[in-house]
Nanobody, 116 residues
Framework: QVQLVESGGGLAQAGGSLRLSCAASGSIFRINTMAWHRQAPGKQRELVARIVSDGSTNYLDSVKGRFTISRDNAKNTVYLQMSSLKPEDTAVYYC??????????WGQGIQVTVSS
C-alpha cells in the first residue's frame, strides 16, 4: 500500500510564501514523475508543477517564476516552494506520484489559503 502525506499548507498573506512537502511511503516501484495539482472551489483540478526523474520540470503558466518544485529521491519526497502568493493561488493542493510502470497515486489534499 502506498501513502502520500502532504504537509506545509495553511494561511498566508498575499506576497508571502509557503512550502509544501509530500512524502511517499509503502511499496512503490521506482518513482518516475512527482507533481502538484490544485483545485479551487468551483473549478477543475489543474496541474501546477511536475518534476520527472531526470530533474526536468514543467509549470502552470500562472505560477512560473513564483513556484519551484523539487524532489529528494532518497526520501521519496517532493516539495513545492510557493512565493509571491496571490489570492488566486487559494486552493486545495494535491500531491501526485507516478511509478515506473505507470501507476498513479494521490495525496489527500492540503488547503492553501492566501488572503489579500
Amino acid at each position: 500500500q502506498v501513502q502520500l502525506v502532504e504537509s506545509g499548507g495553511g494561511l498566508a498573506q498575499a506576497g508571502g510564501s509557503l512550502r509544501l512537502s509530500c512524502a511517499a511511503s509503502g511499496s512503490i516501484f521506482r518513482i518516475n514523475t512527482m507533481a502538484w495539482h490544485r483545485q479551487a472551489p468551483g473549478k477543475q483540478r489543474e496541474l501546477v508543477a511536475r518534476i520527472v526523474s531526470d530533474g526536468s520540470t514543467n509549470y502552470l503558466d500562472s505560477v512560473k517564476g513564483r513556484f519551484t518544485i523539487s524532489r529528494d529521491n532518497a526520501k521519496n519526497t517532493v516539495y513545492l516552494q510557493m512565493s509571491s502568493l496571490k489570492p488566486e493561488d487559494t486552493a486545495v493542493y494535491y500531491c501526485a506520484v507516478q511509478d515506473g510502470i505507470g501507476r498513479n497515486y494521490w495525496g489527500q489534499g492540503i488547503q492553501v489559503t492566501v488572503s489579500s
